[in-house]
T-cell receptor, first 109, second 112 residues
Framework: RKEVEQDPGPFNVPEGATVAFNCTYSNSASQSFFWYRQDCRKEPKLLMS???SGNEDGRFTAQLNRASQYISLLIRDSKLSDSATYLC??????????FGTGTSLTVIP | NAGVTQTPKFRILKIGQSMTLQCTQDMNHNYMYWYRQDPGMGLKLIYYSVGAGITDKGEVPNGYNVSRSTTEDFPLRLELAAPSQTSVYFC???????????FGDGTRLSIL
């Protein structure tokens, strides 16, 4: 079983739509979680960390559910510039980060 | 601010050749990482280092070697290039293990 699994995607949504991505992790001892954004042929860039209490950064909201071992990312009022691949990341107890395969989002005018 | 710098950006190797992918960071981060990313796949950890003089294997270390003689530098060595090592390689660093990682621009490596 993969350490981190994400929605397969791709997601194609109109501008202004709300879209949600889910991600599950297999290691219950995973300590920290992040969402990264990766544009085509570019390096991953941190979008936001994910905290147990949930956190919000503008149009982006991240949630962590330890009991069910999943994290989510909600994007409200989608912009064309949100088009990218979103990577879910979990840090396990061995100091190793595990990346999901990514979910592709295309925001359509 | 330079951040994490990788060289070269592109390289084509013949099977059996060797090369070193360079990575340097100027943020005084203790933790450094090497990943590979194959098309349509997530990043897989090759090796990581928690500080100068210390390196550990990640998920896919076979065919690679690393060293960490200084805090700033973390080179990745391919001794006998194989077609299966065609990939995009990313170097990353972080201040602490549970902190977000900063990535370099990547090295696109093709082995023919």
């Amino acid at each position: 079983r993969k350490e981190v699994e994400q929605d397969p995607g791709p997601f194609n949504v109109p501008e202004g739509a709300t879209v949600a991505f889910n991600c599950t992790y297999s290691n219950s001892a995973s300590q920290s979680f992040f969402w990264y954004r990766q544009d085509c042929r570019k390096e991953p860039k941190l979008l936001m960390s994910v905290y147990s209490s949930g956190n919000e950064d503008g149009r982006f909201t991240a949630q962590l559910n330890r009991a069910s071992q999943y994290i989510s990312l909600l994007i409200r009022d989608s912009k064309l510039s949100d088009s990218a691949t979103y990577l879910c990341v979990a840090l396990n107890t061995g100091n190793q980060f595990y990346f999901g395969t990514g979910t592709s989002l295309t925001v359509i005018p | 601010n330079a951040g994490v710098t990788q060289t070269p950006k592109f390289r084509i190797l013949k099977i059996g050749q060797s090369m070193t992918l360079q990575c340097t960071q100027d943020m005084n981060h203790n933790y450094m990482y090497w990943y590979r990313q194959d098309p349509g796949m997530g990043l897989k950890l090759i090796y990581y280092s928690v500080g100068a003089g210390i390196t550990d294997k990640g998920e896919v270390p076979n065919g690679y070697n690393v060293s960490r003689s200084t805090t700033e530098d973390f080179p990745l060595r391919l001794e006998l290039a194989a077609p299966s090592q065609t990939s995009v390689y990313f170097c990353a660093s972080s201040y602490q293990t549970d902190q977000p990682q900063h990535f370099g621009d990547g090295t696109r490596l093709s082995i023919l």
